[in-house]
């Protein structure tokens, strides 16, 4: 029987890095987790075990850690970039990096900034994915876990019924979701930080200001809204489960329920996912291409 | 063989209520997971499955619904008041109700406040906890998942040395962990937002204070605090997970690592849980009993 | 302000240890997961910051995988003893140890058991807690994470109804639950491994053969099942999460539903805890007190 | 500024069935969770909100139960399948189905098969995706969370090393993993239960009897083992994470650990993820396609 290997891609995935810098007695804090992917010549790793070609995973997690170390780590964008670089060498033909920073603020004691405690901010968690292959750079900037609800200005009518269709229509909903979102930067020396506030600031005002006639317009808003004030980014990409808030019948209980009391529902959800492409952008390459593969 | 009924209770578990309230073209936004276990005369049902003293907790269910709409929630630890006195009925002699708030802000647009658009602000939760038995009510407030780190003016050192033991002393480490609190009243006719915000600030600037020598004494400094500026509290619990940070040995590389470059891990911890109590606090009673009961 | 030191505890959690035995070419494979919690003199710690009483939880660490080492494990229940024991000495004055092993069975090639490669068997857990103070022991024995199922042969009916009650009495539902139970031993020379075998078979077969009319009399009939077979069990506590399984309704399809298709929900859910004593039984001392202890 | 809508899908995900057949008094269980992903021509709803074609996903969740009822379940994959071509329709042109069934036992007691009461054996899943588009079918079978584990049998060695590498050799540790595969179909027209089970069982085989000089190589030797067993498969994928075990250090203590006492660490982990294909396989069109899109 013939075979051939297939697409293939190993790495060490989320090293936990937490960075302080001491400006004196003053501290700051980054904390990041970093995935590695790498491909390239692995035919033989696969086929023989010749492990000639393979840099340990152990290796790549130490990179991370000493990378941290040798120079202020940047955005998490230009970490990324700098630690897929650096891979790429010889049999190592494609990196694939990933960051996921969590944010944490300085605690306040009596009113002023403590100089060296710290309180995570939320769980809301900025991404960024850098790809380097062939001399030629990728970056993906992201957010996950940004959970947003609009309390009414949300409806769902009009839609295709079959048979099977039990669905009422509503002209006044709550709309919740938790925003997953990449967005492909078509530059990559630019102002990391900016770019990320103004674009995560784009998607979280349109999502609040658009009228919502579905989960699915909403989602081309937010990803029109990044491509609107962000000339560097040419696709945005966004993942938006639609968590059901379900209006309680009261009326057992001689109450109404003007979509006030909702339950608030774990499993199934709708998942509505999308993306938004600049006319003439330069093509992806390898830039979405999964992680994990499966 | 002679056997009898041990402790038992029993309830609904995790219901999750959002709540809209209206004032005009305002909204405002609540979110509450509200878990009930009731206790009492329960004999019947466990021996021969004679339901007639049970309450179903499809009722309970109902029930926490019916009572957001019936009235204004108020707090957390006044919602949870409430309901539990509503279930002490007949039969049913102990009733413990939980609510667990996670908190939401208005999302900004253009730099307004929207009116109906709303961001989950954190992970971090508001709980509260009302046992009422024979007239008498216990509340504790609390909070649940805030993550904490400092990133100097924690020591460890001068512990007990057994042959097992290899931890090198320090003078200088990180010292993170994710509080969980909870804190009894001994009055229940108070403010209880206000009582919330100053007993939680009063937590966290005593963690940020407290040069640590160990994370028992940073605990207790925690539950020293709050008692020290609230006098209806009386009693203080902890748990804190010591989240270890291990110093990453960079020397392989030629590189120094003067507490700059951390592993944070995730198992095992360390698990420091202690409580503070004012002297001449009445009973606890029921107050502390396990939720769940294994 | 006068205040004093209340409960507390603390220890290392979450040890995950496995262990590998070679018998010749043979092998075989134990994965326990350790959690300590020591407790005693250890009032100057959380008052000063003073750790002279203190066995730093890196060194339970240590002791756990050293423990594996010098002796054969042999059954959770012993090896939780045999550490809690270890502890109490000097200032410590009381040990828990609690273990979680997770099954492996031997993957078989051609048919023939494998000598040394093993799969997952099952993600039920079985558990054993061990606490030892002032030269007494107290064991308890447990398992979680056993789902299990009744697609009839359960009813649920004669219940209280109130004005917020709309369940309608069934006599045929589906029954499923996750269950976590603990049992206490009165005597710690016996075979643990065949008194869990027959006290955790009790559990399944009580489930099984009671026709339930409640969860609470399956519960008391389970706890009952172990108390019959197993003389050295003195008490038997159950938490059992009602897993609803809802009816869907398939009339507007033009499809009857005889209990044949159903909607497994995940919150809010039923819990159902209790527990069944022998009389007699002797006091459970520490061996209940929770851990953690918010 | 231009832009275009790129490539979306939208479904219900999650959907948890639970069927129970009666065969007079001996019932059998079945319990799926469903997700569905449709996409097709969907421009209006993203551009304008009017949504015409849009199938809701309430809908297509009670579609999932409804067919339930209809007809057998038969095998995941032919539910998918079924459920996949009843939703390209009219403006959908593509439907992702997947299905992911847990498996269920029966109890037994006193030796005999209880008629209806069943414990979940494993939290092993089986997975199938079927996949229609234009009158053409693909079909992916799998499986996730397999567990396994070999304490010998494997290798480190011969690996690449830079300036960041301090990896020792090794060539005996322990090697283990949870196995995530999906492997494509030819054929849609075979018994797809011999087929699911006989792939599982050359995966199950593979990993056991091949010695490992690195997890690539097991991967790999997976993944062919399938190709040689099953004609209709023509394409294997594996993500495979390697669950580092590391040797604790007793030397302290001074004892030996030959491969006999390990610490099972969580994070970070390797993640080993490749392919084989069969050489002439008909064209894979949209069945590897990310779900979710992020």
């Given at each position: 029987m013939?075979?051939?290997?297939?697409?293939?891609?190993?790495?060490?995935?989320?090293?936990?890095?937490?960075?302080?810098?001491?400006?004196?007695?003053?501290?700051?804090?980054?904390?990041?987790?970093?995935?590695v992917?790498?491909a390239?010549?692995?035919?033989?790793?696969h086929l023989?075990?010749d492990?000639?070609n393979v840099?340990p995973t152990?290796?790549?997690k130490?990179?991370?850690?000493a990378?941290?170390?040798?120079a202020?780590?940047?955005?998490?964008?230009a970490?990324?970039?700098?630690?897929?670089?650096?891979?790429?060498?010889?049999p190592?033909?494609?990196?694939?990096?990933?960051?996921?920073?969590?944010?944490?603020a300085r605690?306040a004691v009596d009113?002023?900034?403590?100089?060296h405690a710290?309180m995570?901010?939320?769980?809301?968690?900025?991404?960024?994915?850098?790809?380097?292959?062939?001399?030629v750079?990728?970056?993906?900037s992201?957010?996950?876990?940004?959970?947003?609800?609009k309390?009414?200005?949300?409806?769902?009518?009009?839609?295709?019924?079959?048979?099977?269709?039990t669905?009422a229509?509503?002209?006044?909903?709550?709309?919740?979701?938790?925003?997953?979102?990449?967005?492909?930067?078509v530059?990559?020396d630019?102002?990391?930080?900016?770019s990320?506030?103004e674009?995560?600031?784009?998607?979280?005002e349109a999502?609040?200001?658009?009228?919502?006639?579905?989960l699915?317009?909403?989602?081309h808003?937010?990803?029109?809204?990044?491509?609107?004030?962000?000339?560097?980014v040419?696709?945005v990409?966004?993942?938006?489960?639609?968590k059901?808030h379900?209006v309680v019948?009261?009326?057992?209980?001689?109450?109404?329920n003007?979509?006030?009391?909702f339950?608030?529902?774990d499993?199934?959800?709708?998942?509505?996912?999308g993306?938004?492409?600049?006319?003439?952008?330069?093509?992806?390459?390898?830039?979405?291409?999964p992680y994990?593969l499966?």
């Amino acid at each position: 029987m013939a075979t051939r290997l297939g697409p293939n891609q190993y790495g060490k995935a989320e090293t936990h890095l937490v960075r302080v810098y001491r400006d004196g007695d003053v501290h700051s804090l980054r904390d990041l987790t970093v995935s590695v992917a790498l491909a390239g010549d692995l035919d033989e790793v696969h086929l023989s075990g010749d492990n000639t070609n393979v840099l340990p995973t152990d290796t790549q997690k130490n990179t991370v850690y000493a990378f941290a170390r040798e120079a202020p780590i940047g955005a998490p964008e230009a970490f990324a970039l700098r630690l897929a670089r650096h891979f790429v060498t010889g049999p190592i033909r494609r990196a694939r990096v990933e960051v996921c920073e969590v944010p944490w603020a300085r605690i306040a004691v009596d009113g002023d900034p403590h100089p060296h405690a710290f309180m995570q901010a939320s769980h809301e968690q900025r991404t960024a994915v850098a790809v380097s292959e062939a001399g030629v750079d990728w970056v993906l900037s992201g957010l996950a876990n940004l959970v947003v609800l609009k309390s009414t200005g949300s409806e769902f009518s009009g839609f295709e019924r079959d048979r099977y269709t039990t669905l009422a229509e509503t002209h006044d909903r709550v709309l919740a979701t938790a925003v997953a979102a990449r967005w492909r930067h078509v530059r990559i020396d630019g102002d990391w930080d900016e770019s990320y506030a103004e674009a995560r600031r784009a998607l979280i005002e349109a999502f609040a200001s658009t009228h919502s006639l579905s989960l699915q317009q909403t989602l081309h808003a937010m990803g029109t809204a990044v491509l609107d004030v962000r000339p560097e980014v040419v696709e945005v990409r966004l993942s938006l489960p639609n968590k059901h808030h379900f209006v309680v019948d009261l009326s057992p209980f001689g109450l109404s329920n003007e979509n006030e009391v909702f339950h608030a529902d774990d499993r199934p959800y709708g998942l509505i996912e999308g993306s938004v492409e600049r006319e003439g952008a330069p093509p992806a390459g390898p830039a979405w291409d999964p992680y994990p593969l499966l």
